[in-house]
């Protein structure tokens, strides 16, 4: 079965829709993981349907080792993102991580991704989701 690590912070909103998405599209065909900068989004995750969860920075880190596939806004690889939650030494542990990424485009800091269109958050889980499952079924 195949390890699938959802992290967020601050509310755990990203992370609890990647879940939910995930466990209607897959069922029980991979171990989703809530991985939660703060207690407060692991909560949120698990009450999506996570199998199971963890909080804090060194949870974060040693899960991701183990990881086959690491999905989250694009801001889990940027030190200091997310109001300061993301510590660098997860971004450093999910950068460096040989898990397959993916990343939504999403983040509050000041930075733009230049050349990708506007897309609302259902979108962008729909289209995780979906090369989630493309990846899945060639591995």
Known sequence: MKRICVIDGQGGGIGATLIKSLKAELGEAG?????????IATTQMLKAGANKGASGENAICRTVAQADFILGPIAITWANAML???????????TSSTAVKLLLPLYQEKAEIVGLPKEPLPHLVAA???????MMSHV
């Not at 171990?31 to 207690?39: C, E, H, M, P, R």
């Not at 995780?128 to 493309?134: N, P, S, V, W």
């Open 31 to 39: 171990d989703v993981i809530a991985l939660g900068t703060n207690a």
């Open 84 to 94: 300061g939650e993301l510590t660098p030494k997860v971004a450093a542990a999910v």
């Open 128 to 134: 995780a989701i979906t090369k989630l499952k493309e």
